[in-house]
């Protein structure tokens, strides 16, 4: 089982930049699939992007690709989200979720364990 804790958001304008991180607690980090989701008031969660254990492979929502980068380093047992060229349209909850299997998974009841999610603001 792992626990995740997400941090790093905030207030920002439209076209800066935010790193999320996602902090792990469990010895099994590194053997987890980690993704990046989110959630617009009034909207379904979505897919944002997802990390191999390894970090080796990748898998981004055609929204986030350009602008968007997943990481982690699993000796700090953290996982990062890149986000550059801010919109108002990003604004959401930002979560991150762990599953112990294969990174091609891009949807919320494929992944097992979630944060608490971290607030995203993009002014215009």
């Known amino acids: 089982q792992v626990q995740l804790v997400e941090s790093g958001g905030g207030l920002v304008q439209a076209g800066g930049s935010l790193r999320l991180s996602c902090a792990a607690s469990?010895?099994?980090?590194?053997?987890?699939?980690i993704g990046w989701f989110r959630q617009a008031p009034g909207k379904e969660r979505e897919f944002i992007a997802a990390i191999s254990w390894s970090g080796g492979n990748a898998l981004y929502a055609d929204s986030a690709k350009g602008r968007f980068t997943i990481s982690r380093d699993n000796s700090k047992n953290t996982a990062y989200l890149q986000m550059n060229s801010l919109k108002p349209e990003d604004t959401a909850v930002y979560y991150c979720?762990?599953?112990?299997?294969?990174?091609?998974?891009?949807?919320?009841?494929?992944?097992?364990?979630w944060g608490q999610g971290t607030q995203v603001t993009v002014s215009s």
């Open positions: 979720a762990a599953r112990p299997r294969g990174v091609r998974a891009a949807t919320v009841a494929e992944y097992d364990y």
């Open positions: 469990g010895r099994t980090f590194s053997s987890y699939t």
